[in-house]
C-alpha cells in the first residue's frame, strides 16, 4: 500500500486543523493505520491509531482529548482532525499501515507516506 499525507499548515495555538492519508490498493480496510510525528531535533513519536476492524483507537497521553483519528474505507483514507492546537504541537505528522490491527509501536508499521508540515503559532 502507498499512502499520501496531506493537510499540513500554518494554524495559529487553538485552532483546528485536518490531515488526510490517501491509501492506493485494495486492502485498505485489513490495514491498522497510525499517525505519528517528528518535530524538530526529536525522534518521531506515536499520536493516534485506528484499527483495521472494529473502531478501536489508541492516542498518546499528549493529544488526548484533543486530536480524533477516523477512516472510511470506502475512500481508502484515514484522517486526524486536530483540535486545541499547541505549539507543541508543530512537527511533521506522517501516516503508516500495519499488518497488526491495531498498534502504537513503529516497528509494526510497514508502510509510511511522506510526512506533511504543522506548524502551530502562539
Known amino acids: 500500500v502507498q499512502l499520501q499525507a496531506s493537510g499540513g499548515g500554518l494554524v495559529q495555538a487553538g485552532g483546528p486543523l485536518r490531515l488526510s492519508c490517501a491509501a492506493s490498493?485494495?486492502?485498505?480496510?485489513?490495514?491498522?493505520m497510525g499517525w505519528f510525528r517528528q518535530a524538530p531535533g526529536k525522534d518521531r513519536e506515536f499520536v493516534a491509531a485506528?484499527?483495521?476492524?472494529?473502531?478501536?483507537?489508541r492516542y498518546a497521553d499528549s493529544v488526548k482529548g484533543r486530536f480524533t483519528i477516523s477512516r472510511d474505507n470506502a475512500k481508502n483514507t484515514v484522517y486526524l482532525q486536530m483540535n486545541s492546537l499547541k505549539p507543541e504541537d508543530t512537527a511533521v505528522y506522517y501516516c503508516?499501515?500495519?499488518?497488526?490491527?491495531?498498534?502504537?509501536?513503529?516497528?509494526?508499521?510497514?508502510?509510511w507516506g511522506q510526512g506533511t508540515p504543522v506548524t502551530v503559532s502562539s
Open positions: 503508516a499501515a500495519s499488518t497488526w490491527r491495531l498498534t502504537t509501536s513503529q516497528a509494526n508499521y510497514d508502510h
Open positions: 490498493g485494495r486492502t485498505f480496510g485489513s490495514y491498522g
Open positions: 485506528r484499527a483495521s476492524t472494529g473502531g478501536s483507537t
